[in-house]
């Protein structure tokens, strides 16, 4: 019998085979969409199987080159390149959210192109002012009516309050799952939490919270294995978003642990708890007005968030890798890297990563940015 795990992993493996079981299995309709700034509960809630799109690191990027700038960012490149080569065939819509530049551009492409039944977008307060929540959520309520038209039936307040306490449920586990890695011999390696966190986008959410339930009794169950000599060098990992898992791997080999993260599809995606027991729209606006992105949040609120994980996590070291072209993040670094190294003073290094990149270059500036740290002579 496969572990939960093992079962997460899969998931995130063979995400196009898995998600056309799903709509083969269960008849619904999956609607993909970008960031986790997209309240994934009114999917839900709809009777729809919500996915957050992330591009497959298998082969170049061909046919998207005659839609998007060969310079925009080439995660955002390389989904729509997949799609446009039938990868998502299991897809029956998208909602973009105006985000990052790229993303932002991708809807009227995605429109114009027009290859799914439903295509929709999402604006995203980027200032943090009295009248956001109220814009946000007359945004998501806009959402929420042009789903209601495209599946025929309402989606009512009581789905919704379900979804959210199904989804703060599934949040909490992740939280509690990646707080083990405080511990000094963490239990979990950098993958595991990434397969748990990247099936979370894939699976049920009914399903993925069982299995992570299953996951953290099992670990409670299990002994705590003997503290290292000497103990890992625990880094605070941040970028727009982290898919290589060679990433990953180099860190292990040479010594160190994620302790933390900062991207989209890691501990950002489980930030907002939502309130329940309140009017859900207006509780969904407000949790994922603070999700904190780079294209949608302060430099100081997110410098909050990198200080208080880098005090929360002991964190060792600040290695921020940023996809070669995602200006959002690189427009932030510098000052984030100044901020982190003046209160901290601890070290940090910029690498920069792209799809399909050579990892031969990182790995020798990674393995000798731990060994300064403090980790094995490699």
């Known amino acids: 019998m496969q572990s939960a795990l093992e079962k997460m992993a899969y998931a995130v493996q063979n995400a196009p085979a898995v998600l056309q079981n799903i709509k083969a299995e269960t008849s ?20 729809i199987h919500p996915v957050q799109l992330y591009p497959r690191l298998e082969e170049p990027i061909t046919l998207a080159d005659d839609h998007l700038q060969t310079y925009l960012c080439a995660y955002v490149r390389a989904q729509w390149d997949q799609i446009l080569k039938g990868k998502h065939a299991y897809l029956d819509g998208a909602i973009i959210p105006r985000s990052c530049e790229a993303v932002t551009f991708l809807y009227q492409t995605w429109k114009r192109h027009n290859p799914f039944d439903f295509i929709d977008y999402l604006n995203i307060p980027w200032k943090n002012s009295a009248n956001t929540i109220w814009f946000f959520t007359k945004e998501l309520q806009r959402v929420k009516n042009n ?5 025929h039936k309402e989606i009512t307040s009581n789905a919704l309050a379900d979804a959210i306490v199904l989804y703060n449920q599934n949040r909490s586990l992740l939280k509690k799952a990646c707080g083990l890695r405080n511990a000094r011999n963490p239990i979990f390696s950098g993958r595991d939490i990434f397969n748990m966190v990247m099936s979370g986008f894939v699976l049920d959410k009914k399903e993925h919270t069982q299995m992570m339930t299953e996951l953290l009794s099992q670990v409670e169950e299990t002994a705590a294995p003997t503290t290292p000599e000497p103990p890992l060098v625990r880094l605070l990992l941040s970028g727009g978003c982290v898919l290589d898992t060679r990433l990953l791997d180099i860190i292990t080999t040479a010594g160190a642990m994620v302790a933390i993260d900062d991207f989209n599809n890691g501990a950002r995606s489980f930030q907002p708890i939502v309130d329940e027991g309140k009017d859900p729209m207006e509780s969904l606006a407000r949790a994922y007005a603070t999700v904190p992105c780079g294209f949608n949040t302060a430099i100081r ?61 990182l790995q020798t500036r990674i393995e000798a940015f731990i060994e300064m740290i403090g980790g094995k002579d490699i």
Request: contains cysteine; glycine residues 6%.
């Open 28 to 47: 619904k309709p999956i609607i993909g969409y970008f960031f986790p700034v997209f309240p994934a509960e009114i999917l839900y809630a709809a009777g």
């Open 147 to 151: 789903l209601e038209s495209f599946i």
């Open 301 to 361: 609120d997110r410098f909050s968030f990198m200080a208080d994980a880098i005090s929360k996590h002991a964190v060792d070291g600040v290695l921020f890798a940023v996809n070669r072209n995602c200006e959002t993040e690189k427009f932030d670094y510098p000052i984030l890297d100044g901020k982190i190294r003046t209160r901290f003073n601890i070290p940090t290094m910029l690498i920069e990563t792209d799809y399909l990149c050579a990892m031969g270059p």
